[in-house]
């Protein structure tokens, strides 16, 4: 699976768009882009993949580059619950097990 | 069943003592996952289950770390002769055989500290 580079840490001001990006620049085209996230003492928490197109749901946005080689990860209304890691993973799926990185530290702050 | 569950949430244990750690996971999911993960660091794969089957190990699981999935249910991950290198969080988590998959599913963890 390919690798991904992130930011060691953001901040990001409550009720502001949280844009955290990822590189991942030897993607393969099967390899879906994952993020997840891990709040203090919990158990990392799935919010979002995609494959080529631009994807949504009901905790972020997912924009991916044309030649897929990076990512980002939109959070439109931060909220100080969104303080976390967020990981960004490349990776197959399916079968295929995540294999995480140190990924960001977010900091939102009031 | 409104998720992965884990126990205990907390070990403390001494060195050289054996632990052994459950995880539940959500009922129509076949795949099985262990993960550890120490201080600012992110989760470290370990090992992952097909039902019953353990198809992965990593090598981060030596000798002294022993996994099972009994009936490809619950999991149970056992740690002999503990050492201070081993205290961490132990994540479980699981999943389904789709082709892409929504993600894992993971559980709170139980936190292990060897003293």
């Known amino acids: 699976d390919a690798k991904t580079t992130q930011p060691t840490s953001m901040d990001c001001a409550e009720g502001r768009a949280a844009n955290l990006p990822c590189n991942h620049s030897t993607i393969s085209g099967n390899e879906y882009v994952y993020w997840y996230r891990q709040i203090h003492s919990q158990g990392p928490q799935y919010i979002i993949h995609g494959l080529k197109n631009n994807e949504t749901n009901e905790m972020a946005s997912l924009i991916i580059t044309e030649d897929r080689k990076s990512s980002t990860l939109i959070l439109p209304h931060a909220t100080l619950r969104d303080t976390a890691v967020y990981y960004c993973i490349v990776s197959r799926g399916g079968y295929n097990k995540l294999i995480f990185g140190a990924g960001t530290r977010l900091a939102v702050h009031p | 069943d409104t998720g992965v569950s884990q126990d205990p949430r907390h070990k403390i244990t001494k060195r050289g003592q054996n632990v052994t750690f459950r995880c539940d996971p959500i009922s129509e999911h076949n795949r099985l996952y262990w993960y550890r993960q120490t201080l600012g660091q992110g989760p470290e794969f370990l090992t992952y289950?097909?039902?019953?089957?353990?198809?992965?190990k990593s090598r981060l699981l030596s000798d002294r770390f022993s996994a099972e999935r009994p009936k490809g249910s619950f999991s149970t991950l056992e740690i002999q002769r503990t050492e201070q290198g081993d205290s961490a969080m132990y994540l479980c988590?699981?999943?389904?055989?789709?082709?892409?998959?929504?993600?894992?599913?993971f559980g709170s963890g139980t936190r292990l500290t060897v003293v």
């Open positions: 988590a699981s999943s389904t055989n789709t082709g892409e998959s929504s993600g894992y599913t």
């Open positions: 289950f097909q039902n019953e089957a353990q198809l992965e």
